[in-house]
């Protein structure tokens, strides 16, 4: 038996197109003479919908869209699409209104219901779905060529349903096992339908968990992941099989449509060798892979076709353009510069040199005037104040102000250009730098935004030596430099990534060798600068743990881990201290 899996990349809500894409791929897996065709989760309305399935009338569209698709499909194939199906006992039981379902299209529609609903991080799913409450299987008559006497049982199962191995995760994180269900019924292969974003090293993990499950059960699995950015997730598809020995034997491309095709052995009862595409390089490739499908999608699919970028001469918005022009095409990003007093003559030269480099067209737009404009509304105000932060902040609002002007005016995105460690402890400023449609590298932590210039610089200088190599600068003020009000970024981010990533005390951060003096006052900033955040454009995830859908932290909060005592204390905070906005 031959099975096709469509890795493709729906965009949320659009109905029509994503039932184009499914009936285009499988009217290719049919010429090809596939007999099965798997799509991922919700295929057919896109991941995540979220609030859209609030919408009674999205839902009666996704119905007659799935009853449509039925009657196109090439009737010689089975066919599995991610849909949402009604629950029609919601009113009865007092359940959930829907259900997170696979229909199989061939000879009528059958329905799958997802048993195991994810509500950790940026997943929701109790919010809308009622979980299924028995893990199903379907049936497809063997080849006329095999001896074999029975039909073939396959089991279906959906992202998170796989995703409960006690025994390769040292326990259940639900009461029920899917696939020990199916297991017992006697499958002969289980397809997973999934929506599994990315993030740094997850492929890894997918493989280990899929493989140890295929040995530990006997039973070959196929998993089907979209390949999509939607809002500020990205997935990054790399859909794979393994044979019953838990050994690989297909793999779709990383961050790319693919449809992919493996052999069902019927009378070895296991799948057999077929593509295995190679994965990306390292880390860095997988992060700079995975933010040009970010910014292509996210603008794409929000209906623009240019960007607009500040460029400062720093590396944070370096990367940004360098992604923005992979993504889109040089021909599609424009560089801003707007030169200040404290403005040095190495930044404008660095940011021109880049804009070279990339072939990007740029605007210089000096400030100074419009910083005396301001300093002349002001003087009474402000009169027998010292400088400060005040006047610092004007500066990076005027250029905000003036990104926005071009944005509005000839429609173009303005990509924000803050990384995550500006955007952990609040060294942004509001309605100034932090402006934007999109936060490009919001979830990349300063350490890791050297090390991809660093990779991309590795055959072609494409990031200038001197951004790389000068201490950065927001150029706020004469003689500025970040670590003036930061420690060191190597020390920074270790912070970060140890209490936002690991969620370990200040207690434990500060016996992992760092100062308790340094490491309760990046706390303090992380929870200081909530407000801010809140308020940031989308920012493109990338890791475990990023300031976006999967964060809910409060605002008005006075709860602040300190390394003063061996668990978390209480520490007054309020909006006003907040002395970087």
């Not at 998993?223 to 050994?247: H, K, M, P, T």
């Not at 960007?307 to 021909?331: H, N, P, R, W, Y």
């Not at 500006?422 to 890791?448: F, H, Q, S, W």
Request: a negative charge; aromatic letters at 6%; proline letters at 6%.
């Amino acid at each position: 038996m031959k099975i096709a899996i469509a890795q493709i990349n729906p965009t949320v809500g659009d109905l029509a197109g994503n039932a184009r894409k499914i009936l285009t791929a499988a009217q290719d897996a049919a010429a090809q003479g596939a007999d099965l065709l798997l799509t991922p989760e919700l295929s057919l309305c896109g991941y995540p919908p979220r609030d859209l399935l609030l919408d009674p009338s999205f839902m009666t569209a996704i119905a007659s869209t799935l009853q449509q698709l039925a009657h196109d499909l090439p009737p010689q194939l089975a066919v599995l699409v991610g849909c949402v199906e009604p629950n029609a006992q919601a009113q009865i039981s007092g359940g959930k209104p829907l259900f997170n379902s696979v229909a199989l299209l061939h000879q009528g529609i059958q329905h799958f219901h997802k048993r195991l609903l994810p509500t950790y991080d940026v997943f929701d799913e109790n919010r809308y779905f009622e979980p299924g409450q028995e893990t199903k299987f379907f049936t497809i008559n063997p080849s006329p060529l095999t001896s074999r006497p029975s039909s073939l049982k396959i089991g279906v199962t959906i992202c998170e349903d796989l995703w409960n191995d006690e025994e390769f995760w040292g326990k259940r994180h639900y009461a029920v096992s899917p696939i020990t269900d199916l297991i017992e019924a006697g499958v002969d292969l289980i397809v997973n339908l999934s929506a599994s974003p990315y993030s740094v090293a997850k492929q890894q993990l997918r493989e280990a968990m899929l493989s140890h499950a295929a040995s530990r059960y006997r039973c070959p699995i196929l998993y089907a992941n979209q390949i999509a950015a939607n809002d500020d997730l990205i997935f990054d598809g790399c859909s794979v099989g393994f044979n019953r020995n838990g050994e690989m034997v297909c793999r779709a491309a990383a961050f790319e449509p693919e449809l992919l095709f493996v052999e069902f052995d019927e009378e070895k009862q296991d799948l057999q060798p077929s593509i295995i595409a190679s994965m990306p390089e390292n880390n860095d490739a997988q992060i700079w892979q995975a933010l040009v499908l970010g910014v292509k999608d996210y603008t794409r699919k929000c209906g623009f076709s240019k960007v607009v970028i500040g460029l400062s001469g720093g590396v944070d918005s370096a990367l940004v353009a360098a992604i923005a022009t992979a993504a889109l095409g040089k021909e599609n990003v424009l560089g801003v510069l707007m030169p200040s007093p404290y403005s040095s003559e190495h930044s404008i030269k660095d940011a021109l040199q880049l804009a070279a480099n990339l072939g990007i067209q740029t605007q210089i737009i000096p400030i100074e005037e419009l910083m005396q404009g301001y300093d002349r509304t002001l003087a009474s105000l402000f009169a027998d104040t010292e400088f400060g932060l005040a006047e610092e902040n004007i500066q990076s609002r005027i250029r905000g102000n003036l990104l926005m002007a071009i944005s509005n005016k000839f429609g173009h995105l303005l990509l924000s250009t803050g990384n995550k460690s500006e955007m952990a402890v609040g060294y942004c400023t509001l309605y100034g730098d932090m402006n934007g449609g999109l936060a490009v590298i919001a979830d990349v932590p300063k350490t890791r935004v050297y090390s991809l210039c660093r990779w991309l610089n590795q055959d072609l200088e494409i990031i200038p030596g001197n951004i790389l190599t000068k201490a950065p600068s927001a150029e706020l003020k004469p003689g500025q430099v970040d670590q003036d009000s930061l420690p060191s970024y190597d020390v920074l981010d270790d912070i970060l990534e140890r209490f936002i990533c690991n969620h370990e005390s200040a207690s434990q951060i500060t016996q992992a060798g760092h100062d308790p003096t340094i490491v309760d006052r990046v706390i303090k900033m992380v929870v200081r600068a909530e407000f801010k955040r809140r308020q940031a454009p989308p920012g493109l995830k990338v890791t475990d743990r990023a300031f976006g859908t999967g964060w809910r932290m409060p605002i008005a909060n006075k709860w602040v881990s300190t390394s003063n005592c061996p668990t978390n204390t209480l520490e007054q905070t309020s909006l006003t201290s907040q002395t970087s906005a």
